[in-house]
Nanobody, 128 residues
Framework: VQVVESGGGLVQAGGSLRLSCTAA????????IGWFRQAPGKEREGVSC????????YYKDPAKGRFTISRDNTKNTVYLQMNNLKPEDTAVYYC??????????????????????WGKGTQVTVSS
């Protein structure tokens, strides 16, 4: 059972990246998928979440208006489209999955500790 992220890289400020999160060994059905990030010397913080079955989403303030989370049920994949990237978005981005009974909510987008399945992360670096 694995969660695998991809799509990170180096981009200039104002640029875009699309991160992908795929499940290996299980399906995302009935799971809430969260994106989190961690910059050097900082705590892991929530970015966004999506309910894979119902498609409900939640965004934390830094992501609102710039990031879009979506899913492709046929590919068992969740995406995080990041536009207008800023240097402060530089971090390792992690995908996490858990069958949150309440689905994607503010808590699920904020609280990483109840997610049971985590990817290894993908580095996003935004240069100024």
């Amino acid at each position: 059972v694995q969660v695998v992220e991809s799509g990170g890289g180096l981009v200039q400020a104002g640029g875009s990246l699309r991160l992908s999160c795929t499940a290996a060994g299980f399906t995302f059905d009935d799971y809430t998928i969260g994106w989190f990030r961690q910059a050097p010397g900082k705590e892991r913080e929530g970015v966004s979440c999506i309910g894979f079955s119902d498609g409900l989403t939640y965004y934390k303030d830094p992501a609102k208006g710039r990031f879009t989370i979506s899913r492709d049920n046929t590919k068992n994949t969740v995406y995080l489209q990041m536009n207008n990237l800023k240097p402060e978005d530089t971090a390792v981005y992690y995908c996490a999955a858990d069958p949150w009974p309440t689905g994607c909510t503010q808590i699920a987008a904020t609280w990483p500790y109840d997610y049971n399945h985590w990817g290894k992360g993908t580095q996003v670096t935004v240069s100024s």
